[in-house]
């Protein structure tokens, strides 16, 4: 080990490593030994199978007195070294939740008759140990981690010529800042290498810890301080050296030289397992790219094969596949699992057709597969004989797949998260090729463990994206394509960089005198809150068009509604108001982009020219209403920002482009939604989500349209039934006068009894449907009763709900209107 030299009290960089076989121990919450290394082993005297499962205090030097002779420890006893502090058992007791380092002398009475033998210039009567103790937090079993390093090795290690260094006798474990040090990240690295077997997260939730603790420094004064590099794959002379005495030894008795004492297998060992870290590290690298789903599970699938395996196939749960939420309870044998991938080396088509993707399947208990899925555990068959492939095969009808598996080495590792098994992979290894063995079956669950990570990763991405797509339509109206002189076609799309939800929405309300009430909406900001504030936005703007306020006073009132909801509230909205009998559009806008208007003559499509008014929600604004004429064949589109804002362009050049787009000739009001889509969704960097509506504005001819004047005295309920009657016939629908005759007369007879003196308005509109519309000068809406055998009033407005196809009431400025639609007879 070099140490370096001090020069003006600094450390030379000659100093950056202190290279020692390190013993590494880790104690459980019951301070029981639940991880024994090989150098704790050839440190401390006990085999891993003796010190698993024992009390940490009968192994480690943990006493600040050497024991009675008495009742001699088996394992050594141990002597505080003078003046360092804490003892070990401190720590093991808990009583310590910082780090502790210390010095102490281990007396080992004969190691070599307990079956160890130690290395050359490791293995005196009394040894030296340096110990590091670190108290460990978390979701594991693990509660202190403790490092040990026999101070005799430092100085063989040091020089080769056996000569001792005094300094070694000041030499004293510390803890120091791992980024004093040059290199500091190298070491940080090596940090898991001495960790034991464990899952990434939590290997890497112990070396944040310990870096935060404090690195492990060996310190020979104030200044001269060494960073311990746990690396004791690289200058391993002592321990070869020892090897090479054993081998010695068993030569010179005439007995064979075990495996163990060959150098070559040591580094084989060493080798292959840094050649599976690197195999896990770039697996890792190479599953996850996205949150798709889909994608994951090919490029799990695909990461092992040929590399690992030579056939990976991969089975999820129902409502992994689905995207639906965690699965509940544990798996049994009615359990159906989806093939969702085979990936294979073998010629193209072999597994198609036997093992098809997309089929599901349980399986019984007898096979390793459910025991995999019920223990979560690896499971490893050397090799499938004929009997295991036979009880395999049987769980697939019509399909002999023992060709493809008798013989084969297997492999059934769980795919968990959170401790809940999503999956398994099945794993198949050639005849010809090596078998699995234990040390595959810890790559493998290793390899399952971040798997099953990213494929929960994706499952929770798919299913929160199926949420907010199932929570936004269910916010988003169903607008029927066609309404009283007009068809409809919307479209919504969300945001492609913001989230799924959003703030954006469109509607249409059904209005007295056969008019339609159009509306688009953008919620500033994203996310469930907008779509939040988007859905009762929505909702006060459905329920004042039912009161038929004029387009300017619905905002007014939508900005005090905002401003009473908090101030979070802003969004822009525009409001129109279409009269197919007038031909008109009435619109006020409240800080939304304008709509275009294509006009059905020559095609020509332009921004309307409105007030643009401040977004609801900052209150003390007026809004102002434009009345536009408009002619049948028109059309209105109205869409959000949106659609036409770029980032680093000009919202003016996505206007233009929408006027271009609206005004081009489609075959459907779809195809026209779709050409203006194209045209503005093909530029890239949209991430804002879209509301478009469009409204074909068809117009209701004069001939369509019959309004009646009716007087307030009783006899002219009879005058009322008989224009029905006559209009009828004239719009050759005598099929429905009984029934129009009957509901109008309630309706004027109600009219007629509760006006205050104006006349009652009967108004007669031929559409896709019979609208029937009285209206009167009284603001109380009638309301729908429960009628008794004696009671005088009540019936007549159920009469009208059994009859009509549909009915309603609004208020309306001078009173109300009530309605009813009838279902116009088949030609």
Same mark, same amino acid.
């Given at each position: 080990?070099?140490?370096?030299?001090?020069? &003006?009290?600094?450390?030379?960089?000659?100093?950056?490593?202190?290279?020692?076989?390190?013993?590494?121990?880790?104690?459980?919450?019951?301070?029981?030994?639940?991880?024994?290394?090989?150098?704790?082993?050839?440190?401390?005297?006990?085999?891993?199978? *003796?010190?698993?499962?024992?009390?940490?205090?009968?192994?480690?030097?943990?006493?600040?007195?050497?024991? *009675?002779?008495?009742?001699?420890?088996?394992?050594?006893?141990?002597?505080?070294?003078?003046?360092?502090?804490?003892?070990?058992?401190?720590?093991?007791?808990?009583?310590?939740?910082?780090?502790?380092?210390?010095?102490?002398?281990?007396?080992?009475?004969?190691?070599?008759?307990?079956?160890?033998?130690?290395?050359?210039?490791?293995?005196?009567?009394?040894?030296?140990?340096?110990?590091?103790?670190?108290?460990?937090?978390?979701?594991?079993?693990?509660?202190?981690?403790?490092?040990?390093? &026999?101070?005799?090795?430092?100085?063989?290690?040091?020089?080769?010529?056996?000569?001792?260094?005094?300094?070694?006798?000041?030499?004293?474990?510390?803890?120091?800042?791992?980024?004093?040090?040059?290199?500091?990240?190298?070491?940080?690295?090596?940090?898991?290498? =001495?960790?034991?077997?464990?899952?990434?997260?939590?290997?890497?939730?112990?070396?944040?810890?310990?870096?935060?603790?404090?690195?492990?420094?060996?310190?020979?004064?104030?200044?001269?301080?060494?960073?311990?590099?746990?690396?004791?794959?690289?200058?391993?002379?002592?321990?070869?050296?020892?090897?090479?005495?054993?081998?010695?030894?068993?030569?010179?008795?005439?007995?064979?030289?075990?495996?163990?004492?060959?150098?070559?297998?040591?580094?084989?060992?060493?080798?292959?397992?840094?050649?599976?870290?690197?195999?896990?590290?770039?697996?890792?690298?190479?599953?996850?790219?996205?949150?798709?789903?889909?994608?994951?599970?090919?490029?799990?699938?695909?990461?092992?094969?040929?590399?690992?395996?030579?056939?990976?196939?991969?089975?999820?749960?129902?409502?992994?596949?689905?995207?639906?939420?965690?699965?509940?309870?544990?798996?049994?044998?009615?359990?159906?699992?989806?093939?969702?991938?085979?990936?294979? @080396?073998?010629?193209?088509?072999?597994?198609?057709?036997?093992?098809?993707?997309?089929?599901?399947?349980?399986?019984?208990?007898?096979?390793?597969?459910?025991?995999?899925?019920?223990?979560?555990?690896?499971?490893?068959?050397?090799?499938?004989?004929?009997?295991?492939?036979?009880?395999?095969?049987?769980?697939?009808?019509?399909?002999?797949?023992?060709? /493809?598996?008798?013989?084969?080495?297997?492999?059934?590792?769980?795919?968990?998260?959170?401790?809940?098994?999503?999956?398994?992979?099945?794993?198949?290894?050639?005849? *010809?090729?090596?078998?699995?063995?234990?040390?595959?079956?810890?790559?493998?669950?290793?390899?399952?463990?971040?798997?099953?990570?990213?494929?929960?990763?994706?499952?929770?991405?798919?299913?929160?994206?199926?949420?907010?797509?199932?929570?936004?339509?269910?916010?988003?109206?169903?607008?029927?394509?066609?309404?009283?002189?007009?068809? =409809?076609?919307?479209?919504?799309?969300?945001?492609?960089? /913001?989230?799924?939800?959003?703030?954006?929405?469109?509607?249409?309300?059904?209005?007295?005198?056969?008019?339609?009430?159009?509306?688009?909406?953008?919620?500033?900001?994203?996310?469930?809150?907008?779509?939040?504030?988007?859905?009762?936005?929505?909702?006060?703007?459905? @329920?004042?068009?039912?009161?038929?306020?004029?387009?300017?006073?619905?905002? %007014?009132?939508?900005?005090?509604?905002?401003?009473?909801?908090?101030?979070?509230?802003?969004?822009?909205?525009?409001?129109?108001?279409?009269?197919?009998?007038?031909?008109?559009?009435?619109?006020?806008?409240?800080?939304? =982009?304008?709509?275009?208007?294509?006009?059905?003559?020559?095609?020509?499509?332009?921004?309307?020219?409105?007030?643009?008014?401040?977004?609801?929600?900052?209150?003390?604004?007026?809004?102002?209403?434009?009345?536009?004429?408009?002619?049948?064949?028109?059309?209105?589109?109205?869409?959000?920002?949106?659609?036409?804002?770029?980032?680093?362009?000009? =919202?003016?050049?996505?206007?233009?482009?929408?006027?271009?787009?609206?005004?081009?000739?489609?075959?459907?009001?779809?195809?026209?939604? &779709?050409?203006?889509?194209?045209?503005?969704?093909?530029?890239?960097?949209?991430?804002?989500?879209?509301?478009?509506?469009?409204?074909?504005?068809?117009?209701?001819?004069?001939?369509?349209?019959?309004?009646?004047?009716?007087?307030?005295?009783?006899?002219?309920?009879?005058?009322?039934?008989?224009?029905?009657?006559?209009?009828?016939?004239?719009?050759?629908?005598?099929?429905?006068?009984? @029934?129009?005759?009957?509901?109008?007369?309630?309706?004027?007879?109600?009219?007629?009894?509760?006006?205050?003196?104006?006349?009652?308005?009967?108004?007669?509109?031929?559409?896709?449907?019979?609208?029937?519309?009285?209206?009167?000068?009284?603001?109380?809406?009638?309301?729908?009763?429960?009628?008794?055998?004696?009671?005088?009033?009540? %019936?007549? /407005?159920?009469?009208?709900?059994?009859?009509?196809?549909?009915?309603?009431?609004?208020?309306?400025?001078?009173?109300?209107?009530?309605?009813?639609?009838?279902?116009?007879?088949?030609?």
């Amino acid at each position: 080990m070099n140490r370096g030299t001090e020069r &003006d009290g600094a450390v030379t960089e000659h100093a950056a490593s202190g290279r020692i076989p390190l013993a590494v121990v880790v104690v459980d919450r019951e301070g029981m030994v639940s991880h024994w290394s090989s150098g704790a082993r050839r440190l401390f005297g006990a085999t891993k199978e *003796e010190a698993l499962g024992r009390p940490a205090v009968d192994l480690l030097p943990v006493s600040g007195a050497l024991p *009675e002779d008495d009742d001699p420890s088996p394992y050594g006893a141990y002597g505080a070294y003078d003046g360092l502090g804490h003892d070990l058992e401190t720590s093991l007791d808990g009583r310590l939740y910082y780090p502790a380092a210390g010095r102490a002398r281990l007396t080992v009475p004969e190691r070599s008759e307990m079956g160890v033998t130690p290395p050359t210039g490791c293995g005196r009567d009394r040894v030296d140990v340096l110990w590091w103790a670190y108290p460990l937090i978390g979701p594991g079993p693990e509660r202190l981690l403790v490092l040990g390093a &026999d101070v005799g090795c430092l100085r063989q290690e040091d020089g080769e010529d056996g000569e001792d260094d005094p300094g070694f006798d000041r030499v004293a474990p510390g803890f120091a800042l791992h980024t004093d040090f040059p290199g500091a990240e190298d070491l940080a690295g090596k940090l898991p290498e =001495i960790l034991p077997s464990m899952s990434v997260d939590d290997s890497a939730r112990i070396v944040g810890q310990i870096l935060e603790l404090g690195y492990p420094v060996l310190e020979f004064s104030q200044s001269d301080r060494v960073p311990v590099t746990p690396d004791w794959g690289v200058p391993r002379r002592v321990e070869r050296r020892a090897r090479r005495e054993r081998a010695a030894q068993a030569a010179a008795q005439g007995l064979p030289i075990p495996g163990e004492y060959s150098d070559d297998a040591e580094d084989l060992e060493y080798a292959a397992v840094r050649e599976r870290l690197e195999f896990l590290n770039e697996v890792s690298g190479r599953i996850g790219t996205s949150l798709d789903l889909s994608q994951t599970i090919v490029e799990v699938s695909r990461a092992v094969v040929p590399r690992f395996t030579d056939v990976a196939g991969t089975y999820l749960r129902e409502q992994v596949v689905a995207g639906e939420g965690f699965p509940d309870g544990a798996p049994d044998t009615t359990t159906l699992w989806h093939r969702v991938a085979v990936e294979h @080396t073998d010629e193209p088509g072999r597994w198609d057709d036997v093992v098809p993707v997309g089929e599901a399947m349980p399986f019984p208990a007898h096979t390793p597969f459910f025991q995999c899925m019920t223990s979560g555990e690896p499971v490893l068959v050397p090799r499938i004989s004929e009997q295991m492939g036979h009880a395999i095969a049987s769980q697939f009808e019509k399909r002999d797949i023992r060709p /493809l598996i008798t013989g084969r080495s297997m492999l059934v590792v769980p795919l968990k998260a959170r401790n809940v098994v999503l999956g398994f992979m099945i794993l198949l290894r050639h005849p *010809e090729r090596v078998e699995f063995n234990d040390m595959d079956r810890v790559t493998g669950a290793e390899l399952a463990a971040r798997a099953g990570l990213v494929l929960d990763n994706a499952r929770m991405y798919t299913y929160q994206e199926s949420v907010a797509e199932t929570l936004q339509d269910s916010m988003l109206p169903h607008i029927p394509p066609r309404m009283a002189g007009c068809d =409809i076609a919307t479209l919504y799309l969300p945001g492609t960089l /913001l989230g799924r939800v959003g703030g954006d929405w469109f509607d249409s309300v059904k209005l007295p005198g056969a008019r339609t009430a159009l509306v688009v909406g953008d919620v500033m900001g994203h996310g469930l809150n907008s779509a939040a504030m988007m859905g009762q936005l929505r909702t006060a703007v459905q @329920t004042m068009a039912a009161l038929d306020l004029p387009p300017a006073q619905l905002l %007014r009132n939508l900005d005090d509604l905002a401003q009473r909801l908090g101030d979070t509230y802003l969004a822009t909205c525009l409001y129109a108001v279409y009269d197919p009998i007038a031909s008109e559009l009435q619109i006020a806008n409240a800080g939304h =982009i304008p709509p275009v208007l294509v006009r059905a003559g020559d095609g020509r499509s332009e921004l309307l020219d409105l007030p643009t008014g401040a977004p609801i929600g900052v209150g003390g604004v007026p809004f102002e209403a434009v009345r536009v004429r408009v002619r049948p064949g028109d059309r209105l589109v109205m869409c959000t920002d949106g659609l036409v804002e770029m980032r680093g362009e000009d =919202i003016g050049v996505g206007l233009a482009t929408l006027c271009e787009s609206a005004a081009h000739p489609a075959a459907s009001m779809d195809d026209a939604c &779709d050409t203006i889509i194209r045209a503005l969704n093909t530029r890239g960097g949209r991430k804002d989500d879209v509301a478009l509506l469009m409204a074909r504005l068809n117009g209701i001819e004069p001939e369509d349209v019959a309004v009646r004047r009716i007087g307030l005295g009783p006899e002219e309920v009879g005058r009322a039934r008989a224009v029905v009657r006559e209009q009828l016939h004239d719009w050759d629908l005598a099929r429905l006068a009984d @029934t129009a005759e009957l509901l109008v007369s309630e309706l004027v007879t109600n009219a007629v009894r509760h006006s205050h003196g104006r006349p009652v308005e009967l108004r007669l509109v031929r559409g896709d449907t019979l609208l029937c519309e009285v209206d009167d000068d009284d603001h109380e809406l009638p309301t729908l009763l429960s009628a008794g055998p004696f009671d005088d009033a009540g %019936r007549g /407005l159920r009469v009208v709900s059994m009859l009509a196809r549909e009915w309603g009431t609004s208020r309306t400025t001078a009173g109300k209107t009530v309605w009813f639609e009838l279902t116009l007879p088949r030609r």
